[in-house]
């Protein structure tokens, strides 16, 4: 028998892959999200938490993006 499970692949540079990882593993195991860890630039995650990947990492380049001073 088959079994099929409904995700997203998510294909990103090493260090942003990190930071996934980083995140999932921070999450309780019954939040963890990431189904296979495919190589060091893809990962297949849950298709439902697709929002809060992308709201997390838009938070994360908004901490670390310079801003020159005026």
């Known amino acids: 028998m088959v079994n099929a499970i409904k995700g997203l692949m998510i294909s ?3 260090p942003m892959a990190q930071f996934i990882i980083n995140m999932n593993a921070a999450l309780p195991q019954s939040q963890k999200f990431i189904i296979h860890v495919l190589d060091n630039t893809h990962l297949f995650v ?3 938490v697709a ?3 992308r709201s997390a990492i838009a938070e994360f380049r908004e901490q670390n993006t310079y801003e020159k001073p005026s």
């Open 51 to 53: 929002g809060m990947i």
């Open 12 to 14: 990103c540079d090493v």
């Open 46 to 48: 849950r298709s439902d």
